[in-house]
C-alpha cells in the first residue's frame, strides 16, 4: 500500500485518529523509511521449504 502525505488526512479518518498537520512530515518521513525496510524483506529469497524460526534469538555483539 503506498501513503502519500496528500491521502493522510483520509488515512487517518478511516481508522478513527486524528494527527495535526505540523506531524504530517514527519509520518511520512517514517513511512517512507519503513517501505525501505519492507522492500529489503521482500526482496530476500526464502524457499519453501525453509524452517520457521520458533523464537527469536538477535546475536551477540
Same mark, same amino acid.
Given at each position: 500500500?503506498?501513503?502519500?502525505?496528500?491521502?493522510?488526512?483520509?488515512?487517518?479518518?478511516?481508522?478513527?485518529?486524528?494527527?495535526? &498537520?505540523?506531524?504530517?512530515?514527519?509520518?511520512?518521513?517514517?513511512?517512507?523509511?519503513?517501505?525501505?525496510?519492507?522492500?529489503?524483506? &521482500?526482496?530476500?529469497?526464502?524457499? &519453501?521449504?525453509?524452517?520457521?524460526?520458533?523464537?527469536?534469538?538477535?546475536?551477540?555483539?
Amino acid at each position: 500500500m503506498k501513503i502519500e502525505q496528500k491521502n493522510l488526512p483520509l488515512f487517518f479518518s478511516n481508522i478513527g485518529l486524528k494527527v495535526p &498537520d505540523t506531524y504530517h512530515s514527519g509520518i511520512m518521513e517514517n513511512v517512507h523509511v519503513l517501505s525501505n525496510y519492507a522492500s529489503l524483506i &521482500d526482496s530476500f529469497n526464502l524457499s &519453501d521449504h525453509e524452517e520457521p524460526a520458533s523464537v527469536y534469538e538477535p546475536s551477540q555483539p
